[in-house]
């Protein structure tokens, strides 16, 4: 299994047991699913829970949201309720980022920041004024890692129509992350 951490934090935001995708190569769009679950069961995709661990017609100690966030226990930052904010927040995050990429990754800086303007050019969905006019800013949440650092990376959950049915979608920077095996 492959878990993606954030590099500020080392906080766990994802691993590779969800439908994931590489946009531009600067992003990652990984696909959830709501789910509704006994407080504390975690069920990866593509398990199959015994039938006797079925639940037994209560209700008690029900957790009910998308898998991503509570599998990776990600919590939810209110802190972005306005666009300025956020595109402050953004063009902080993205100095840092750079930075740390020069220091550790000097070859992906570049390529990070090519591919960073190509990705907002050509998608809907963000960065600084480009997405700030094409998308609805209050149907979007951020989510920090577990340890809730303001200064780490974001997932930016936002719904995607596919085949006529909206799946929940959550971005995040793929130079921000680091790749673990399992």
Do not use: W
């Amino acid at each position: 299994m492959k878990v993606f951490k954030d590099i500020f934090s080392n906080d766990e935001m994802f691993t590779d047991s969800y439908k994931i995708k590489i946009v531009d190569d600067v992003v990652y769009e990984v696909y959830g699913k709501h789910i509704s679950r006994r407080e504390g069961e975690v069920i990866l995709a593509g398990s199959n829970p015994s039938a006797e661990e079925a639940d037994e017609g209560t209700d008690e100690g029900v957790q009910s949201g998308i898998d991503i966030v509570l599998n990776q226990r990600l919590e939810e930052n209110f802190a972005f309720q306005d666009k300025k904010v956020f595109t402050g927040y953004l063009k902080d995050y993205m100095k840092r980022l750079v930075a740390k990429l020069q220091e550790t990754n000097p070859e992906q800086v570049d390529v990070f920041k090519t591919n960073i303007q190509k990705f907002t050019k050509e998608n809907r969905f963000f960065l600084f004024k480009c997405f700030l006019l094409l998308k609805n800013f209050s149907d979007l949440k951020f989510y920090t890692g577990e340890s809730m650092d303001t200064d780490a990376g974001l997932g930016i959950l936002d719904y995607k129509e596919i085949e006529g049915e909206e799946f929940p979608v959550m971005y995040f920077f793929k130079h921000g992350l680091v790749e673990e095996k399992y």
